[in-house]
């Protein structure tokens, strides 16, 4: 099983910064792609960055210039660091890889960590 656990998230006062951090039980220098998400209660779980295993990345556009992604190959680890945080960003953060597995083919597979949560006071 691919494991994922995310740590870093916690209290932070509006205008603050943070750094997520996620462990991945496997390597990730050829996954498909890894990134983060969140989930406000009353709100779908929306992505906020990836990166694609050729460097390519997205970010959502309510984070774009203040959240930057990166990952740590050579220890299995990907980061989110939040800076000018606001109350908005108040979510469950969740790591997430994709990752092609199996025979042949083989079938794109997503693994999530249980969450870390982020509050960001007024």
């Known amino acids: 099983q691919v494991r994922l656990v995310e740590s870093g998230g916690g209290l932070v006062q509006t205008g603050g910064s943070r750094r997520l951090s996620c462990t991945v039980s496997?390597?990730?220098?050829?996954?498909?792609?890894v990134g983060w998400y969140r989930h406000a209660p009353g709100r779908l779980r929306d992505l906020v960055a990836s990166?694609?295993?050729?460097?390519?990345?997205i970010y959502a556009e309510a984070v774009k210039g203040r959240f930057t992604i990166s990952k740590d190959n050579a220890n299995n680890m990907v980061y989110l660091q939040m800076n000018n945080l606001s109350p908005e960003d108040t979510a469950t953060y969740y790591c997430?890889?994709?990752?092609?597995?199996?025979?042949?083919?083989?079938?794109?597979?997503?693994?999530w960590g249980p969450g870390t949560q982020v509050t960001v006071s007024a």
């Open positions: 997430h890889v994709n990752v092609r597995e199996g025979k042949g083919w083989g079938t794109n597979n997503d693994y």
């Open positions: 496997r390597s990730i220098d050829s996954v498909n792609a």
């Open positions: 990166i694609a295993n050729g460097g390519g990345t």
